[in-house]
């Protein structure tokens, strides 16, 4: 699985995403699938097991003609609402085994529905986990751009800067 992980945090690598479920003895994980799409082909992957992830977004600022792009990794625990508390409770235990693998996340989630993957959700987590220069938005799908203007200060060419003369 980490060489794989690895494809998704190099920036030259057009993969994006893993998705790892447990072998049949329940002792190791395996990659289940991988992708190269954004945040709606990795739900699509999500399956009815209990199982780990990661994918990659992008959070972006646009301000006047500047555009900057900054990788955004997320961490997924995926633990179906329809599992039992055991299983679910056993899964934990391991979070940070796999937390070694999976490496340089900057935001975790526990995923038991799709809605847990929502785009505006997703915004003010990552939002709240960055410092004081927040990206004004964030793409989650390849060329798909979604405002985040936690300042208020516009965005692109109506983007009114950052100084005290605006």
């Not at 699509?44 to 006047?64: K, M, P, T, Y």
């Not at 391991?94 to 935001?107: N, P, R, S, Y």
Request: proline letters at 4%; a negative charge; aromatic letters at 10%.
């Amino acid at each position: 699985m980490p060489p794989r992980w690895k494809n998704v945090l190099a920036d030259a690598d057009p993969t994006s995403w893993i998705y790892c479920e447990y072998t049949s003895d329940g002792k190791g994980l395996e990659l289940k699938s991988s992708g190269t799409g954004g945040l709606s082909e990795f739900k699509a992957a999500l399956g009815e097991s209990i199982a780990w992830g990661g994918f990659r977004c992008n959070g972006v600022d646009r301000r006047g003609t500047f555009e900057c792009k900054r990788p955004k990794f997320i961490f997924v625990q995926h633990k179906p609402e329809q599992m039992s508390a055991m299983k679910k409770a056993k899964q934990g235990s391991h979070k940070g085994d796999v937390k070694d693998a999976i490496t340089g996340a900057h935001l975790d989630v526990i995923v038991e529905t799709l809605a847990d993957l929502d785009e505006q959700g997703l915004i003010a987590k990552l939002q709240a986990a960055t410092g004081a220069y927040k990206p004004n938005g964030y793409e989650f799908e390849p060329g798909l751009i979604l405002d985040a203007d936690f300042y208020g200060l516009g965005i692109g060419n109506d983007c009114k800067g950052e100084s005290s003369k605006n």
